[in-house]
């Protein structure tokens, strides 16, 4: 992304997250962003072109926020990944996961669909690498995924829950090496 579809994305991507995927008409998309009509389609060419700028801004602002100030890979970062969401859920008001509200507000979309994907694809890959361990990759997904799903309800118990059990995890590894 050029940097003024990298601004029009930003504003996209608020809109969408204070008016959800399935209100808000172009015109008022248009207006949320402060550009022209014009300037608008000629970098998002249609509404699902505009969902998936906002996608991709949005995938690249999180996969950047959860890298930074990471640990060495191990079980501190793994740990750490689960405070960076709880302060991601904290900025974001414990709102469900972006990515599922856009595909389940465009189910027939396989644009939209492979998106979702993707973005999933790659926290699993960077879950991966963050705790040193592949086999750990789905766990702390499902676990990421959990707390984002249920973060509205409980908070930080939802992250200190996640942390716990990645201790868990990473203890009963150990155990089974050493033995």
């Not at 399935?22 to 248009?30: G, I, K, Q």
């Not at 389609?41 to 509404?47: D, G, N, Q, T, V």
């Amino acid at each position: 992304m050029d940097e003024a579809q990298k601004q029009i994305a930003a504003g996209l991507e608020q809109v969408f997250w204070s008016r959800g995927f399935a209100e808000p008409s172009v015109p008022e998309l248009r207006a949320g962003v402060g550009v022209s009509m014009r300037t608008l389609y000629r970098h998002f060419p249609s509404r699902e072109a505009m969902i998936l700028g906002a996608l991709e801004y949005r995938h690249q602002r999180y996969l950047k926020y959860v890298r930074e100030g990471v640990s060495t890979p191990g079980q501190a970062a793994a740990e750490q990944l689960f405070d960076k969401l709880g302060g991601w859920m904290r900025m974001t008001k414990g709102k469900e996961c972006f990515f599922r509200q856009a595909l389940a507000a465009n189910p027939d979309s396989s644009e939209i669909e492979a998106t979702v994907k993707r973005h999933k694809g790659e926290l699993l890959d960077f879950f991966g690498e963050l705790s040193g361990q592949e086999q750990f990759a789905s766990t702390l997904y499902m676990l990421h995924e959990g707390v984002t799903a249920c973060y509205a309800e409980m908070g930080e118990t939802a992250v200190e829950d996640a942390k716990a059990l990645v201790r868990q995890m990473f203890k009963t590894a150990n155990e089974r090496q050493f033995s």
